[in-house]
């Protein structure tokens, strides 16, 4: 079955970094779009980045300059470099894949980021 497997989240100080892990498996990764996305607590899910299967990004406004989303179709991972966090990176982040062929969608556990001092 499709597994999306997130990791590398965790507690950092305000201006530190952190690299989330996104791993796939159970599906053609190279046929996916790949995003992330964050819920902070009382709050809808708002998209972070996106990566097509092409290797174009776009950000959303709170996270540019500062994230850098990726992907390494050899591991079957995406990945998101998260720099100069703030404490409004606070959230559960959510790796999304979904297929350009059919459009079907499929998403992670979450993994919890949490920014503070």
């Known amino acids: 079955q499709v597994q999306l497997v997130e990791s590398g989240g965790g507690l950092v100080q305000p201006g530190g970094s952190l690299k989330l892990s996104c791993t796939v498996s159970g599906l053609t990764f190279s046929e996916y779009a790949m995003s992330w996305n964050r819920q902070a607590p009382g709050a809808e899910r708002e998209l972070v980045a996106v990566i097509t299967s092409g290797g174009t990004t776009a950000y959303g406004d709170s996270v540019k300059g500062r994230f850098t989303i990726s992907r390494d179709n050899a591991k079957n991972t995406a990945y998101v470099q998260m720099n100069n966090l703030k404490p409004e990176d606070t959230a559960v982040y959510y790796c999304?894949?979904?297929?350009?062929?059919?459009?079907?969608?499929?998403w992670g556990q979450g993994t919890q980021v949490t920014v503070s001092s």
């Open positions: 999304h894949a979904v297929s350009i062929i059919s459009g079907s969608g499929y």
